[in-house]
């Protein structure tokens, strides 16, 4: 629902203000508030998102989040909204919800000549647990890593870094930079190398909007072509392919967000365990934070944290259809939360 908001009063003396004193005419325009879920789960080791495409652009279109405006005479609060309009587009009853982040840069959803209201865009992050009936959701659960290959290190560092990224975010660090651009308290050689983990720098897995945000300001991304800013040179063709899918509008920013969220939410809140169904193995709880964090962890290492940690409890029941060793069956600790106030799964990823 479009809302009518006034521009602020910057207190200057507008140009059509007479002598005889009357109040400055103050421009009027128009924001639409929009509200996008990043809604996130994991199945097979593999964290997911769901993802639509509007009507209409089913096969030529890009994926997008989950989105709609806010309706206020409908919805009482924000979340509301969001609950009631995510259920009615993709038949999913959200469970875990917070909100990210207020997106309102001017261009993020204009095209050259668009008269249409402004839109600010409440993002939010959701959990779910992917069972089978997930399959019947409206929408795609695609791999985060899709859409951020190089945040995946389960296997070894991705190849997307030094044969693409990295040498591509040097040159364009060494280019002048544009006299109209804003100061920064640091050079953009050093923002490389913290959010790259290069010169010595760790690797900081919560630090996805960050590096996602350096791709796209290099021109490395399809947003950023999209957008009309300036294309990195010495692309190979086909390079766009190896730098993940694009999302619709800044939907893939918003999608950063929620994945940086979570990636340090799960090392102080139980969050994970939103993510995981009732019962479970200790390997299976290890894979599940594993593919939210990116990198493999210490099987012996990840047990011990957890177990000492008082985060999960036996149920006395033992699975025996593992292919290998039967395994014990764990579940969430919830006294957990009530004897300290940060009962995260506290792992490091040990990678510089």
């Known amino acids: 629902m479009p809302i009518q908001m006034h521009t602020k009063d910057t207190g200057e003396m507008p140009l059509d203000q007479t002598s005889a004193g009357r109040a400055p005419r103050r421009e009027r325009s128009t924001v639409e508030i929009g509200l996008n879920a990043a809604i996130l789960g994991v199945r097979d080791n593999e964290p997911k998102v769901l993802v639509v495409r509007p009507d209409g652009e089913a096969r030529t279109g890009v994926d997008a989040l989950p989105f709609g405006p806010f309706a206020p005479l409908e919805h009482r609060t924000l979340e509301s909204g969001l609950r009631s309009w995510v259920t009615e587009q993709t038949g999913l009853d959200l469970g875990y919800v917070e909100q990210l982040y207020t997106y309102g840069d001017r261009g993020r959803h204009a095209q050259p000549g668009d008269t249409a209201p402004h839109v600010?865009?409440?993002?939010?992050?959701?959990?779910?647990?992917?069972?089978?009936?997930?399959?019947?959701?409206?929408?795609?659960?695609?791999?985060?890593?899709?859409?951020?290959?190089?945040?995946?290190?389960?296997?070894?560092?991705?190849?997307?870094?030094?044969?693409?990224?990295?040498?591509?975010?040097?040159?364009?660090?060494?280019?002048?930079r544009p006299a109209a651009s804003s100061n920064r308290p640091i050079v953009r050689a050093e923002r490389v190398g913290m959010c790259f983990g290069l010169d010595g720098a760790g690797w900081d897995e919560e630090k996805v909007l960050e590096r996602y945000e350096l791709l796209y300001e290099a021109g490395l991304l399809d947003e950023a072509r999209r957008d009309g800013r300036e294309v990195t040179g010495g692309l190979e063709p086909g390079t766009s392919a190896r730098l993940g899918l694009p999302m619709r509008f800044d939907h893939r920013r918003i999608f950063a967000t929620a994945i940086g969220r979570i990636r340090a939410k799960i090392k102080w809140r139980p969050v994970v365990f939103e993510l995981m169904?009732?019962?479970?193995?200790?390997?299976?709880?290890?894979?599940?934070?594993e593919a939210i964090l990116g990198p493999h962890l210490h099987k012996q290492n990840f047990r011990r944290l957890v177990e000492t940690a008082g985060l999960v409890e036996p149920t006395g029941v033992v699975r025996t259809n593992t292919g290998g060793r039967p395994a014990k069956l764990f579940r969430f600790r919830r006294d957990a939360l009530l004897e300290r106030p940060s009962p995260g799964v506290r792992v490091k990823t040990g990678r510089t």
């Open 277 to 289: 169904p009732d019962e479970f193995t200790l390997f299976e709880l290890q894979r599940t934070v």
């Open 120 to 176: 600010v865009s409440i993002g939010y992050l959701a959990l779910t647990r992917l069972v089978d009936e997930a399959a019947s959701v409206r929408g795609v659960w695609r791999s985060w890593y899709e859409f951020f290959p190089w945040e995946d290190f389960r296997n070894g560092e991705p190849a997307v870094l030094q044969e693409v990224i990295v040498p591509h975010l040097r040159a364009w660090a060494e280019r002048p």
